[in-house]
């Protein structure tokens, strides 16, 4: 009896677990069906998995970021089973859908910025830029590439010292211009521009300082007079009331005359004789001697006249002639053109009663001295 209930447990178990496997490869078969179906290839291949229906999906695949070299990919999944491309919201596309183009503007990969080094007065400079370490190139601040390094040499690209101050002129000297030295060249700029200044001097100016008024002395036959004159503190010149400059205060004595040759000034005793030698000058043709009236009272060299009164004697010259006849105009650079008076230097003189103004070098080109003449007494008809 006992026996039989030991037997009949046994076949109860054994029962029980056929029945469990009979379930379990039932499941499988049935699931196999459910989800996937294996379709033969029309050349004889291996069949193809398809999905019919839930698929079997591994972890997102993030971003791949396109570069400046290679395009990128979307987040994504993939079935692990069929191999189909789905979106990050797990709709189904497709392998190309999901690729994104090289990015030749943002996909690069910047270092930090090297600042540009600025050209200078003496030295180019070099531009600023970025590089990519992912195409191995420099770029500029907008994401261009850069193919010419060189800031070319910029003539106002000077270092500069501290700012000199400007010196006044006055009339007795020169001024100098406000300016700051280039360490680099040498050069004097302008503080606030920083252009080259290529002359710092100021001009004298004619603003003197006038002390007050000394009235004439008259002369006698031992003694000079002394002009009425006004002296300036400054540059201790000597100036008459109207401001005019007066370089010889003396009157001659009674009984001698003032006698001005090529500005200087000498005074001969009435009736004496006096001779007068033009000196030699190159590219120069000796014209003759002028007097305060603007004639010519000799053509000789050497004169030689008789002090009667206060007397002004010029000497006059000319260009030496070219081909055909012409003065030619002086050989510097004075811009003149063609017929016009090369130069007169007008002098002021110590002469009585002739507005005391000599002429004491001219040059002419295509000008006869008939015509010089008339334009001397014009000159002098006006001063006085």
Same mark, same amino acid.
């Given at each position: ?67 400046? #070299? ?180 003396? #009157? ?74 012409? #003065? ?57």
């Amino acid at each position: 009896m006992t026996h039989n209930k030991a037997n009949k447990s046994k076949i109860s178990a054994l029962m029980f677990g056929l029945t469990m496997c009979l379930a379990l490869m039932l499941g499988i078969v049935f699931a196999s069906s459910i989800n996937t179906v294996y379709a033969a290839g029309e050349d004889g291949t291996a069949p193809t998995i398809i999905c019919t229906g839930v698929h079997t999906f591994g972890t997102l695949i993030e971003e791949q970021p396109a570069t400046c #070299i290679a395009g990128g990919m979307k987040a994504h999944y993939k079935c692990t089973v069929c191999g189909k491309y789905f979106d990050a919201d797990k709709n189904e596309t497709t392998e190309e859908a999901l690729k994104t183009p090289v990015s030749p503007y943002y996909g690069h990969s910047f270092g930090f910025w090297v600042e540009e080094q600025y050209a200078t007065c003496q030295a180019p400079g070099r531009k600023g830029y970025k590089h990519c370490s992912i195409c191995d190139k420099d770029y500029d601040a907008s994401n261009k590439e850069i193919t010419d390094w060189v800031i070319p040499v910029n003539p106002d690209g000077h270092e500069l010292d501290d700012l000199v101050a400007e010196i006044p002129a006055t009339c007795k000297d020169t001024g100098v211009k406000e300016h700051r030295d280039c360490r680099l060249c040498g050069k004097y700029c302008d503080p606030i521009t920083r252009k080259e200044i290529a002359d710092l001097t100021i001009p004298t100016t004619n603003d003197h300082t006038f002390g007050g008024w000394t009235d004439e002395v008259a002369p006698t036959t031992t003694e000079f007079g002394t002009k009425g004159h006004k002296d300036c503190a400054v540059c201790e010149r000597h100036f008459d009331k109207d401001g005019n400059e007066i370089t010889d205060l003396r #009157i001659a004595k009674i009984g001698t005359h003032n006698v001005v040759i090529n500005g200087e000034s000498k005074f001969y005793a009435h009736g004496e004789s006096v001779t007068v030698k033009a000196e030699d000058k190159e590219g120069k043709v000796f014209k003759g001697w002028k007097d305060e009236s603007g004639n010519i009272v000799s053509t000789n060299k050497s004169y030689t006249f008789t002090v009667s009164g206060e007397k002004t004697l010029t000497a006059v010259y000319d260009d030496m002639p070219s081909g055909g006849g012409e #003065i030619t105009p002086p050989a510097k650079k004075d811009g003149l053109s063609g017929g016009q008076i090369a130069g007169i230097v007008i002098g002021s003189v110590a002469v009585a009663g002739i507005g005391g103004f000599a002429v004491l070098w001219f040059a002419v080109k295509k000008r006869t001295f008939a015509d010089l003449g008339v334009a001397i007494k014009a000159l002098f008809t006006k001063k006085k």
